[in-house]
Nanobody
């Protein structure tokens, strides 16, 4: 059974850093897309970035470029989101997602992904 387990959320002050992790298990495809999304209540889920196995990340949200870094450890089947210089507007529930079918290229459309983590809350205070 495909599962994604997120960790690393929390509360920080503006300017601080957090690192989110997303551990995947149960995937049979050798290569597949993983992605980070975030969502604020009442708003659509926003794609932050994607990363295919063995490739470089693609960032989909201009507001995080230069501050957030997506990385992936294929040996550990884990996706990371390093968030620096956090701002109050980064406050959201963050989700990781994966496409177990191994399709490429990755997209920022949430409908592309068929597996989702449970979500982790990130709160940034001013």
């Amino acid at each position: 059974q495909v599962q994604l387990l997120e960790s690393g959320g929390g509360s920080v002050q503006a300017g601080g850093s957090l690192r989110l992790s997303c551990a995947a298990s149960g995937y049979t495809a050798l290569r597949y897309c993983m992605a980070w999304f975030r969502q604020v209540p009442g708003k659509e889920r926003e794609g932050i970035g994607t990363m295919y196995s063995g490739s470089t990340p693609t960032y989909n949200t201009d507001s995080v470029k230069g501050r957030f870094t997506i990385s992936r450890d294929s040996a550990k089947n884990t996706l990371y989101l390093q968030m620096n210089s956090l701002k109050p507007e980064d406050t959201a529930t963050y989700y990781c997602a994966a496409d177990s079918g191994g399709r490429w290229p990755c997209t920022s459309r949430h409908t592309f992904y068929n597996s989702w983590g449970q979500g982790t809350q990130v709160t940034v205070s001013s």
